[in-house]
Structure formats: structure tokens, C-alpha cells
Nanobody
Framework: QLQLVESGGGLVQPGGSLRLSCAASGFTLDYYAIGWFRQAPGKEREGVSCISSSGGSTNYADSVKGRFTLSRDNAKNTVYLQMNSLKPEDTAVYYC???????????????WGQGTQVTVSS
């Protein structure tokens, strides 16, 4: 069974940091493009960051550039999203998604995780 599982969310004060993990089971992430998305209450889902299957291309939404960093650890079959200098507007459910042999940004992701809640509040 192919599965993505996000973890690492939680409650953090403004200016704080969190590291989200996206762990794959049933398949190897090496050959997959990965995207991170978020959806806040009452808002549409938006792309946050992505990395191509080759690892040669990464992108970030303007709202997170300079604060968020995406990385992948193929040995652990996990992709990370390091989030620094968090703001209340970063509050959302964060999802990771995967597409085989995909680009960044991708035209469509085949697999999605269940999401992890990030709340930035004092």
C-alpha cells in the first residue's frame, strides 16, 4: 500500500520554528517529485514548496521564501519542510504529495498524505 504520512505539526509562537516530515511507505521517494501544500480554514489550498524527482529543481511560494526550506533524505525515505520565523498567517493544515518522475511544480500529484495541523499563535 502506497502511503504518505506527515508529522511534526503543532502549536508554536510567532517567530518560532517547526520541521514537518513526510514519510513514504510502499514506495521509494527517490523517483518522485514532492510538493508541500497548505489549507487554512475558509481558504483554498495553496502550494508552499516543491522539489522535482531529480532533486534539481525546488520552488517556494513568495509568502514563505527565505523562511521555509524543503529537503529530502532518500536514506530515510522522507522529505522535510523546515519552517522558520513562523507567522500567524502560516496557520493551516499542511499536506505533502508525490508524483512519480515529476517536475516542480508538478502538473498533478498522485499520492497525498492526510495532513498535519500547524498553528502559529501567542
Amino acid at each position: 500500500q502506497l502511503q504518505l504520512v506527515e508529522s511534526g505539526g503543532g502549536l508554536v509562537q510567532p517567530g518560532g520554528s517547526l520541521r514537518l516530515s513526510c514519510a513514504a511507505s510502499g514506495f521509494t521517494l527517490d523517483y518522485y517529485a514532492i510538493g508541500w501544500f497548505r489549507q487554512a480554514p475558509g481558504k483554498e489550498r495553496e502550494g508552499v514548496s516543491c522539489i522535482s524527482s531529480s532533486g534539481g529543481s525546488t520552488n517556494y511560494a513568495d509568502s514563505v521564501k527565505g523562511r521555509f526550506t524543503l529537503s529530502r533524505d532518500n536514506a530515510k525515505n522522507t522529505v522535510y519542510l523546515q519552517m522558520n520565523s513562523l507567522k500567524p498567517e502560516d496557520t493551516a493544515v499542511y499536506y505533502c504529495a508525490a508524483e512519480p518522475e515529476g517536475s516542480c511544480p508538478s502538473v498533478g500529484y498522485d499520492y497525498w498524505g492526510q495532513g498535519t495541523q500547524v498553528t502559529v499563535s501567542s
